[in-house]
């Protein structure tokens, strides 16, 4: 499907799509071609139907695979064949509901102590205390910080948004430490070499001291963002505002750290308390 991916792909760059949608999209749509052994524009629906009953029943694939494969083929359908949609009369798996993982106040200082490069603890330390992306901390310019008023701006973020974050007091100093000779268009976080950090360094950072810490949990870098909203929501943070630090679309993404947020599940338990 070397020319339909061609255009496929020009038809995504022009509708806005990220490139790991285009990437996402166009992989599943090549996968679904070699093993029908033909170019998806010319399999019939009893074919594509056939298809998603072996990836469902025989690959066991997950409600999310399976919904990323019908957005693709409507994609393809729509924009780049510019024919009807299929009617696959297919049901979208339900998908499953996962609450976030988070560490505690006291597991993320244990962890953070544990990184031995300061590069890579700092960096670390802004992704927690800003609730960022890894590639959002790893591509931040120095230009991006204003120190004046105490706010990161977050460029094409997640769906190419724009946001503005708070920077905590304590984090301040941290960003200050790495403005010497650095550009504006710079990465704040380099390496001696004045690269932007590697995320695949700073992950394999962050595992090693999560194993040194011993609070034996599971989790990564994304961890860090995940315990930022929850500590947040515990301490009393409204959820829009937590919504726009974090970047969410929906409030209905941002709601999930209500459901992990054990002292506000304590309050509600000490309230009834009160009245029994």
């Known amino acids: 499907m070397g020319e339909l991916r ?4 020009k038809d995504m760059a022009l509708r806005g799509l990220a490139p790991r949608t285009q990437e996402a999209y166009a992989g599943t749509l090549y996968l679904a071609a070699r093993h029908l052994r033909k170019s998806p524009a010319d399999v019939t629906v009893e074919e594509w139907r056939g298809y998603f009953s072996y990836l469902v029943e025989d690959r066991k694939y997950s409600g999310s695979r399976i ?30 509901v996962r609450r976030p993982r988070v560490l505690t106040p006291e597991d993320v200082r244990q962890v953070l102590a544990k990184v031995r490069h300061p590069v890579y603890r700092d960096a670390l330390l802004v992704i927690y205390g800003c609730g960022l992306r890894l590639m959002e ?25 724009d946001r503005y974050v708070p920077i905590p007091a304590k984090v301040l100093p941290v960003l200050r430490r790495h403005m010497e000779g650095v550009r504006p268009d710079q ?17 394999r950072a962050f595992k090693w001291a999560l194993l040194e810490s011993g609070i034996g949990k599971p989790a990564s870098i994304h961890t860090l963002r995940h315990s930022y909203a929850t500590h947040l929501c515990e301490s009393g943070v409204s959820l829009p505002v937590i919504q ?29 308390d009160a009245v029994l």
Do not use: W
């Open 6 to 9: 061609d255009r496929m792909v």
């Open 67 to 96: 919904a990323q494969l019908l957005c693709a083929l409507q994609f393809l359908y729509r924009y780049t064949l510019k024919r009807p949609v299929l009617d696959l009369a297919i049901v979208r798996p339900r998908k499953r």
């Open 137 to 161: 901390c790893v591509g931040l310019p120095l230009r991006d910080v204003d120190f004046e008023r105490r706010v990161l701006r977050v460029t094409a973020g997640k769906g190419y948004k």
């Open 187 to 203: 990465p704040v976080f380099r390496t001696r070499t004045g690269r932007a950090l590697d995320p695949s360094a700073l992950q």
């Open 244 to 272: 726009k630090n974090l970047g969410h679309c929906s409030l209905r993404t941002t709601s999930v750290y209500l459901h992990v947020a054990r002292r506000l599940q304590e309050d509600s338990a000490g309230c009834i």
